[in-house]
Nanobody, 125 residues
Framework: QVQLVESGGGSVQAGGSLRLSCAAS????????MGWFRQAPGKEREGVAA????????YYADSVKGRFAISQDYAENTVYLQMNSLKPEDTAIYYC??????????????????RGQGTQVTVSS
């Protein structure tokens, strides 16, 4: 069973930055898309970003375009989410997921085969 472990979450003031990491226990990083999702209190889980093929294809939610960047490190079997210009509305638990579809379905978390336990991100105003 593939395990995904997220890290890098924390508390930051609005305008600040965080970098989330997702390390996989097995080599799944090159298997289809890897994605980041988030769930805020009282809201549904939503797609944040996804990546395929060393950044050959990247996908972003409109709400994070220009502020967040997803990347992969094949040697470390890790996916990163660099989050800049954070806003209070970015507050959520962030999850990574592996082996999912790319293209128009990248944001559908239920289509990913593996997912992590999440890391909390809190942005204060």
């Amino acid at each position: 069973q593939v395990q995904l472990v997220e890290s890098g979450g924390g508390s930051v003031q609005a305008g600040g930055s965080l970098r989330l990491s997702c390390a996989a226990s097995e080599y799944v990083i090159s298997r289809n898309c890897m994605g980041w999702f988030r769930q805020a209190p009282g809201k549904e889980r939503e797609g944040v970003a996804a990546v395929y093929g060393r950044g050959l294809s990247t996908y972003y939610a409109d709400s994070v375009k220009g502020r967040f960047a997803i990347s992969q490190d094949y040697a470390e079997n890790t996916v990163y989410l660099q989050m800049n210009s954070l806003k209070p509305e970015d507050t959520a638990i962030y999850y990574c997921a592996a082996d999912g579809p790319c293209g128009n379905s990248w944001y559908k978390e239920y289509t990913y085969r593996y997912r992590g336990q999440g890391t909390q991100v809190t942005v204060s105003s």
